[in-house]
């Protein structure tokens, strides 16, 4: 393993934990804190109203039909709408008239044609209706704002600490190149050293005893005995 991989390796092992602790907690964070912004309360406060007005509506839709059936309250004049309500399968039908919904209008149908009920109503629904949209999207912005900035910080984290690496790599590169040509060298000058003391070491060959040593008694031996006989 090279020295800019264990380098790298290093400095991941060392920034890696730390950074995933700092994201974490900067995340919990930040996300309390967004939590108590009116965002939430806003979305509460457009479910209540949605929860409050269909309870309403439903009410007002049973006590109508009710006091029609009964007959505390009179009929009305079938409006233009009925003709499509005759041609339909629905045997009755609720619908929300006037300005902004502010009156609701209970169709039968009965031998003669189609009876008609209406009855004004407190709230204007339509136009609750469209509070309600409004409401829930600017909360869905706001939640799609919230996912970005968290996605944002999450990508700037992770950058910095990319571009954070490859400087250590970089820099681990640069420096590393010296010090493999001087180890090399080291390597190279060592081994020259060892060969060189390996031949100073060397026994030199010789024999013993020598030849010429040899030699020389045996002639002399021969001299010796020509002389005694």
């Given at each position: 393993?090279?020295?800019?991989?264990?380098?790298?390796?290093?400095?991941?092992?060392?920034?890696?934990?730390?950074?995933?602790?700092?994201?974490?907690?900067?995340?919990?964070?930040?996300?309390?804190?967004?939590?108590?912004?009116?965002?939430?309360?806003?979305?509460?406060?457009?479910?209540?109203?949605?929860?409050?007005?269909?309870?309403?509506?439903?009410?007002?839709?049973?006590?109508l039909?009710?006091?029609?059936?009964?007959g505390?309250?009179?009929?009305?004049?079938?409006?233009?709408?009925?003709?499509e309500?005759?041609?339909?399968?629905?045997?009755?039908?609720?619908?929300?008239?006037?300005?902004?919904?502010?009156?609701?209008?209970?169709?039968?149908?009965?031998?003669g044609?189609?009876?008609?009920?209406?009855?004004?109503?407190?709230?204007?629904?339509?136009?609750?209706?469209?509070?309600?949209?409004?409401?829930?999207r600017?909360?869905?912005?706001?939640?799609?704002?919230?996912?970005?900035?968290?996605?944002?910080?999450?990508?700037?984290?992770?950058?910095?600490?990319?571009?954070?690496?490859?400087?250590?790599?970089?820099?681990?590169?640069?420096?590393?190149?010296?010090i493999?040509?001087?180890t090399?060298a080291?390597?190279?000058?060592?081994?020259?050293?060892?060969?060189?003391?390996?031949?100073?070491?060397?026994?030199?060959?010789?024999?013993?005893?020598?030849?010429?040593s040899?030699?020389r008694?045996?002639?002399?031996?021969?001299?010796?005995?020509?002389?005694?006989?």
């Open positions: 393993m090279s020295l800019r991989t264990r380098l790298a390796l290093v400095f991941i092992a060392a920034t890696l934990l730390p950074l995933a602790a700092t994201v974490w907690l900067t995340t919990l964070l930040l996300d309390r804190s967004l939590k108590l912004s009116p965002v939430d309360q806003l979305s509460e406060l457009s479910l209540s109203l949605q929860k409050t007005g269909r309870e309403y509506y439903e009410q007002a839709c049973r006590q039909k009710a006091d029609a059936l009964a505390r309250i009179s009929p009305v004049p079938t409006p233009d709408s009925a003709k309500f005759l041609a339909s399968d629905d045997l009755e039908r609720f619908s929300l008239v006037g300005d902004g919904g502010g009156t609701l209008l209970y169709l039968i149908k009965a031998p044609g189609v009876r008609a009920w209406q009855r004004p109503l407190d709230i204007r629904m339509q136009d609750l209706s469209r509070q309600y949209r409004q409401a829930r600017t909360v869905s912005d706001l939640g799609g704002l919230r996912r970005g900035f968290f996605l944002t910080w999450d990508l700037l984290a992770a950058g910095i600490w990319l571009i954070a690496l490859t400087l250590v790599w970089l820099v681990a590169t640069r420096f590393s190149r010296p493999l040509k001087l090399e080291l390597k190279g000058w060592l081994t020259g050293i060892s060969a060189f003391a390996c031949r100073t070491k060397e026994p030199t060959k010789s024999v013993w005893p020598p030849k010429r040899i030699a008694p045996l002639t002399s031996n021969r001299a010796a005995t020509g002389s005694l006989t």
